[in-house]
Nanobody, 124 residues
Framework: QVQVVESGGGLVQPGTSLRLSCVVS????????VGWYRQAPGKQRELVAD???????????NYAASVKGRFTISRDNADNTVYLQMNSLKPEDTAVYYC??????????????WGRGTQVTVSS
């Protein structure tokens, strides 16, 4: 099994920064990628950024257009932690942020492991 726990959310002013952390524990050798998603009230959950954590493309990252250039996803293998550094925050970044760890078997079967989310509120 895999456990995913997020932390680091809070209330911040526009233009400031915040760093979210996602600790992945358990059968982590099975994990292929880790991503950050967010869901604002009344909206669908959307991908913010993800990072490949195994295989030949390990370290590759992907960002939503709305956060590219402002957010950075990174990982610390020693601590099994994936970070989301969020700079120049805007009110529209307000949402619950979820961490998602993905495992894909050699046959293509996929398992998704989700954290409970952490609230980020950007307001003056």
């Amino acid at each position: 099994q895999v456990q995913v726990v997020e932390s680091g959310g809070g209330l911040v002013q526009p233009g400031t920064s915040l760093r979210l952390s996602c600790v992945v524990s358990g059968s982590i050798l099975s994990i292929n990628s880790v991503g950050w998603y967010r869901q604002a009230p009344g909206k669908q959950r959307e991908l913010v950024a993800d990072i490949i954590t195994s295989g030949s493309t390990s370290g590759s990252t992907n960002y939503a257009a709305s956060v590219k250039g402002r957010f950075t996803i990174s990982r610390d293998n020693a601590d099994n932690t994936v970070y989301l550094q969020m700079n120049s925050l805007k009110p529209e970044d307000t949402a619950v942020y979820y961490c998602n760890a993905v495992a894909v078997s050699s046959s293509g079967r996929r398992w998704d492991y989700w954290g409970r989310g952490t609230q980020v509120t950007v307001s003056s």
